[in-house]
Every structure is written in structure tokens, then in C-alpha cells.
């Protein structure tokens, strides 16, 4: 009987071949998130237009800006960004351009975010990392015309691993401030704010702030934690995972029309993990390639 160690490390094994992702839909996501970044640009140029006093970098390397950056080192910034999604997108030393564009849109986050306000976009931002090493430069590209690759299952497990802690760390905070007291209404609570401050409206925020069934908005409170804290676990059956991701996108447009947050941008965050034939989405864990070899010797020319 195997112990432990080896079942958990075939089990990572399973997992691993469950994750890998066609190469083709894999490159096809590339050119699409570098057209994103192309065609919907990020505005930095509007931190330089912010009076000094407001800046604030959060704790760790963006406190090395001691001011606002110049107006020339934001367009410059922006500019690089460009070059590195064109290179991107027509696939020449892709993952190096993968990390180096994640590293500009990683930095350009950071410094919106020392205003105060943090999104929820930075899954996006990191994307191209794990992508990088999940082969999305394998087709449709200059470096397959030098070294025909694959993509490797690895980095998108733990890019799924990635989004589910992500969920998680929005799912426990509502835990922690009684978001489960079943006396509370969280979720009408939000949309109460806004309709009382309509500086950002969801397209039906007015028709949902007018049901008054308090078992349904517990009901509300209730689903989004679940839908948010499951993720982490449904990360270890892909089947299941790809069943959640589906639901988180359900969450999403609920929240969009609800409360205005437009989660677009995470579309091709959840995507790669659907860069899969669809006859393959829902398909259970794979088959051990390793089962022949277990249940009879190798014959003569066999690798074993």
C-alpha cells in the first residue's frame, strides 16, 4: 500500500495533468489579453494631475516614491506598456514579456493604489506570470516558430490555487464583521449606501433596493460568502473548480447590475481556465498514466 507522501504526490500529479490546458486556446488568450491592454488602456497619467499631499504609498517597494511620480514618468510608463503588450501579443521571448508587462501593470496598480483606494483588479495585473509559465506562448507565436512547446499543467494549478485564496480573503472578512448574523442584512446594506449616495448606480440598483424580504437578503449574505469560500476547495477537483468559477461569474454580473462594480477585466483571468475542449470542462479527475505499469510488469520494450 502506497503511504502518504506518494499519494499526495501522485494525487499533485492528477492534478497537474487535469489543469494542463490546450496550447492553441491557451495562445489564443494571450493575443486577447494583449489586445485588453492595448485597446483599454489603464490612464496613469491622472496620479501626476493629484495634488502631492494626497499620495500615500502603502507599506513595502512603492514607499521608495517619496512624491507624486512626474507626468514624463507616467507617460513613459504607459508607453512601455504598449511596446510590451505589441510583443506580446505576436509572441517573441513571451514569457520574459509576460513578466516583464505584469511587473509595468503590477507597478501602475501600486501607484493608483497610494491614493487610498484599492480594486479588486490585481489578479489581473498578475495574470500574465502565471500564464507565462502555463505555455500561452506556445502557438500563434515567433517562439513556436523556433521551439515547438506545450503547456504545462503546474502553474495553472497553482494559478487556480491563487484564485481561490484571492476569493477566500473577500469571503473571510465578511465572516469576521457579521456578515452570518442572521439579525444583519450585509449585502442590502450596501445597496442601501449607494442609493443613499448615488455617486456609482448598478442598472437595476434602484429596482433591487425596493424588495423588502428580509429572508432573502440573509438568503444573499449568506450565498455570497459561500459562493466566495468554496473556491479554495473546489480548487482540489478541477471539475468541481471550473462548476465554481461559473458561479462566481453569476456572482459578478449580480453585483454589477446590483451595486455598478464591473468585474469585465476578471473574464480573462477566469477564461484560462476554460482553454479547454468544452467536452472536457466538467470531466473528472484523469485516469493514473501510471496504472499499467502497476498492474503487470513491463514487457520487453516497454518503458517503464
Known amino acids: 500500500m502506497k503511504n502518504l507522501p506518494v499519494l499526495i504526490s501522485d494525487y499533485i500529479d492528477r ?21 485588453h491592454v492595448l485597446v483599454f488602456p489603464i490612464d496613469y497619467q491622472w496620479i501626476a494631475r493629484v495634488p502631492g499631499g494626497f499620495f500615500h504609498p502603502v507599506p513595502g517597494p512603492f514607499m ?23 510583443v506580446l501579443l505576436v509572441g517573441f521571448q513571451t514569457r520574459i514579456v509576460s513578466i516583464a508587462l505584469a511587473g509595468i501593470l503590477i507597478l501602475g496598480a501600486g501607484l493608483t493604489y497610494s491614493f487610498g483606494k484599492v480594486d479588486h483588479f490585481i489578479l489581473y495585473e498578475t495574470l500574465p506570470i502565471a500564464m507565462a509559465f502555463a505555455g500561452w506562448g506556445a502557438r500563434y507565436s515567433f517562439d513556436s516558430r523556433r521551439q515547438q512547446g506545450g ?4 502553474p495553472m494549478f497553482l494559478w487556480a490555487t491563487t484564485v481561490g485564496f484571492a476569493l477566500w480573503t473577500a469571503a473571510l472578512p465578511k465572516v469576521l464583521t457579521g456578515w452570518l448574523d442572521p439579525s444583519r442584512q450585509a449585502t442590502r446594506g450596501y445597496v442601501a449606501r449607494d442609493l443613499a449616495d448615488p455617486v456609482k448606480l448598478g442598472p437595476l440598483t434602484e429596482f433591487v433596493g425596493s424588495i423588502d424580504y428580509p429572508l432573502l437578503w440573509k438568503a444573499l449574505d449568506y450565498a455570497t460568502i ?17 462548476f465554481s ?31 479547454f475542449p468544452p467536452r472536457t470542462w466538467f470531466r473528472l479527475m484523469p485516469r493514473r498514466r501510471a496504472k499499467r505499469r502497476a498492474g503487470k510488469p513491463a514487457t520487453v520494450g516497454q518503458r517503464t
Open 64 to 86: 521608495l516614491f517619496s512624491e507624486t511620480p512626474s507626468l514624463e514618468f507616467l507617460i513613459c510608463l504607459e508607453i512601455v506598456r504598449a511596446v510590451l503588450a505589441i
Open 151 to 154: 503547456a504545462n499543467g503546474f
Open 226 to 242: 459561500f459562493a466566495e469560500g468554496w473556491v479554495i476547495l473546489a480548487v482540489l477537483v478541477p471539475a468541481l473548480f471550473r
Open 245 to 275: 468559477i461559473l458561479v462566481i461569474l453569476g456572482f459578478h454580473a449580480g453585483v454589477f447590475l446590483a451595486l455598478g462594480i464591473d468585474f469585465a477585466d476578471y473574464l480573462l483571468v477566469y477564461a484560462a481556465f476554460f482553454a
Open 15 to 35: 492534478l497537474t495533468e487535469a489543469y494542463r490546458a490546450d496550447p492553441r486556446m491557451l495562445s489564443i488568450l494571450r493575443i486577447l489579453f494583449a489586445l
